[in-house]
C-alpha cells in the first residue's frame, strides 16, 4: 500500500515549456487536491476533483490544468511554465475530511 | 471566506518543555474540522490532530492536545515534554462543507525549533 504517490519529485523548467505531474493513490478515494507552497505563504489549493471525470478550480488555478481520467490519477499539467510557478507542488486524497498527502515535487522555474 | 490565521511565524523550545502554538480562524459556519499538520524537514505532510466543532472535548494524541475555543475560534497546539523530533512547521488548517466546499484552508504555518 504505497499511499499517495507524485511523479517526478524534482524537476527544472525554462520558461515557456510544458510539463505534467502526476499523483497516483491506491487508497481507492474519491477526493483529489492540488496544492502549491511556497515560502511564508503556507498550502494553497490549485485545483481539485470530487471523483473521476470532473474537476473544479480552486484558490489559484490560473496557468494549471488538471484531469481525472481514472480515479487513482490526478494529473498537473503547466502548459507554458513561469517563474512564478517555481514551487513545491503537494498531491492529496481523501474519502472524507483527512487528506492524505504525497512526498511533494519541487518545481524550479528558470 | 473562511481564514485561517498562525501568529507566530516561529517558537523555540527546550527539550523536555512545554510549547503551545496558537492558530485562529474565522468563518460563519457552525459545523467544521479544524487540524494541525507537522512538516518536517522531509517535506512530507503528517496529520497530527483533528477536532470535529461539535465536540466540546478537547482532542489528544499522545504529547499533543488541542485547547478549541469556539466562541472565540481559537485553535491551539500544545506540545508536551517536546523531544528533538518535534522540529518541523506545524500548520494549522480548517475544514466545512458549506462555505470552503470541503476544501482545507491552511494557515500560513509556525516553525518549531527544539533545543538540547
Known amino acids: 500500500n504505497a499511499g499517495v504517490t507524485q511523479t517526478p519529485k524534482f524537476r527544472v523548467l525554462k520558461t515557456g515549456q510544458s510539463m505534467t505531474l502526476l499523483c497516483a493513490q491506491d487508497?481507492?478515494?474519491?477526493?483529489m487536491y492540488w496544492y502549491r507552497q511556497d515560502p511564508g505563504m503556507g498550502l494553497r489549493l490549485i485545483h481539485y476533483s470530487v471523483g473521476e471525470g470532473t474537476t473544479a478550480k480552486g484558490e489559484v488555478p490560473d496557468g494549471y490544468n488538471v484531469s481525472r481520467l481514472k480515479k487513482q490519477n490526478f494529473l498537473l499539467g503547466l502548459e507554458s511554465a513561469a517563474p512564478s510557478q517555481t514551487s513545491v507542488y503537494f498531491c492529496a486524497s481523501s474519502y472524507s475530511t483527512e487528506q492524505f498527502f504525497g512526498p511533494g515535487t519541487r518545481l524550479t522555474v528558470l | 471566506a473562511q481564514t485561517v490565521t498562525q501568529s507566530q511565524p516561529e517558537m523555540s523550545v527546550q527539550e523536555a518543555e512545554t510549547v503551545t502554538l496558537s492558530c485562529t480562524y474565522d468563518?460563519?459556519?457552525?459545523?467544521?474540522?479544524l487540524f494541525w499538520y507537522k512538516q518536517p524537514p522531509s517535506r512530507q505532510m503528517i496529520l497530527v490532530i483533528r477536532q470535529e466543532a461539535y465536540k466540546q472535548q478537547n482532542a489528544t494524541e499522545n504529547r499533543f492536545s488541542v485547547n478549541f475555543q469556539k466562541a472565540a475560534k481559537s485553535f491551539s497546539l500544545k506540545i508536551s515534554d517536546s523531544q528533538l523530533g518535534d522540529a518541523a512547521m506545524y500548520f494549522c488548517a480548517y475544514i466545512d462543507y458549506g462555505g470552503s466546499q470541503g476544501n482545507l484552508i491552511f494557515g500560513k504555518g509556525t516553525k518549531l525549533s527544539v533545543k538540547p
Open positions: 468563518t460563519s459556519e457552525s459545523d467544521y474540522y
Open positions: 487508497m481507492n478515494h474519491e477526493y
